[in-house]
């Protein structure tokens, strides 16, 4: 089953033009989001493993270490940090899934394993997850932002033309080479709050789920997760309690989401930085009946400004 030495085959069914998910722990991964949504799609689905790529070639075994595990508590054996594949056939079409750390080594040989897998079961579709940091409440719906460089996709998904330019991480490499390989590509991203990015976002994962599952056409797996949501929110919303300052911050931040001031894709209100998954950006306002006045935005502006100012970090 293929040629590549870097690919373990595990299994080898019959897809018809699947959608390819991926994501990868690291930069692209702010609170876990990504892989975790796509964790969760593997778990909710039952998907069956499919391959794994080594990852002698890709890995800095420094940084991402492999993990002992005991069996039957005195057998040792080592788990090795590869890239996992596996597939289903949902509702929708039939999927492949992708879920790893991000390669330390070796960008374009690694790129190359997944157009490669791509390829052998001519993909419809390669969509990659992402979560960033950003200045957005956790108490209100999370904000996605989907891109593509297809102007097919951009229309038939409702995505945007990404005008980014700067450095990135591995999920625009991966973009990049479906491109050149005339595969269609698209991203998801999440934005989740930047107060909390060290707490793992259940609620930024079911939207990329539910996002992903309404581009391939089926129900996403997700009843599951809503309790974490729910423990998620109340964790965060103790730790306001204990901090007047930020409580204040994130009631601006609140009065900004419901007043329409969102973030979008647009190089005139910010400056996305794929490679260390932060959001630095200007507020869009919406040009709806109810939109706040820009004297208003800006005075809000400068009080979380100064607070950002006044934080120990």
């Keep these: ?6 690919i373990r085959w595990i299994s080898e069914p019959t897809l018809v033009n699947p959608t390819v998910i991926a994501a990868f722990t690291g930069w692209n991964d702010a609170a876990d989001a990504a892989s975790s949504a796509v964790q969760n799609l593997v778990k909710g ?46 509702a929708g079409s039939d999927v492949i899934l992708i879920l790893g750390p991000e390669p330390a080594l070796r960008w374009r040989l690694f790129s ?21 940091l950003a200045d957005v409440p956790h108490s209100r719906p999370v904000q996605l932002i989907g891109t593509a460089t297809d102007d097919n996709l951009v229309d038939r998904f ?22 050149k390989a005339s595969v ?17 976002s259940p609620k930024a994962s079911v939207a990329l789920m539910q996002r992903a599952c309404d581009i391939i056409g089926t129900p996403a797996p997700v009843g599951h997760m809503m309790s974490r949501i729910d423990a998620y929110e109340l964790q965060l919303n103790s730790m306001l309690d204990d901090d007047d300052d930020l409580r204040a911050y994130v009631s601006r931040l609140e009065s900004m989401s419901d007043a329409g001031i969102t973030i979008e894709d647009d190089d005139d209100d910010f400056d ?7 959001l630095q950006f200007d507020f869009a306002m919406d040009s709806g009946d109810d939109a706040p006045d820009p004297a208003d935005a800006e005075m809000l502006m400068e009080e979380v400004e100064q607070f950002l100012r006044d934080q120990d970090k």
Excluded at 49 to 58: D, N
Excluded at 112 to 132: C, D, R
Excluded at 167 to 177: E, F, H, M, Q, R
Aim: hydrophobic share 40%; with cysteine; aromatic share 10%.
């Design 272 to 278: 996305f930085d794929e490679d260390d998954s932060q």
């Design 1 to 6: 089953m293929g040629n590549s030495p870097h």
């Design 45 to 90: 689905w039952g998907a069956t493993a499919l391959a794994e790529i080594e990852p002698e070639f890709f890995t800095d075994f420094a940084t991402i270490r492999p993990q002992v595990r005991l069996s039957d508590g005195r057998i040792r054996s080592i788990v090795w940090p590869a890239t996992g594949l596996w597939h289903v056939r949902s």
């Design 184 to 200: 269609p590509s698209a991203s998801l991203w999440a934005a989740v709050p930047a107060y909390a990015g060290q707490i793992s």
């Design 112 to 132: 190359e394993q997944i157009v490669s897998v791509i390829e052998k079961y001519n993909a419809s579709l390669f969509l990659t997850l992402g979560a960033l």
């Design 158 to 179: 409702d995505l945007q033309r990404s005008r980014y330019e700067g450095p990135t991480g591995i999920v625009g490499v991966l973009n990049d080479a479906c491109s």
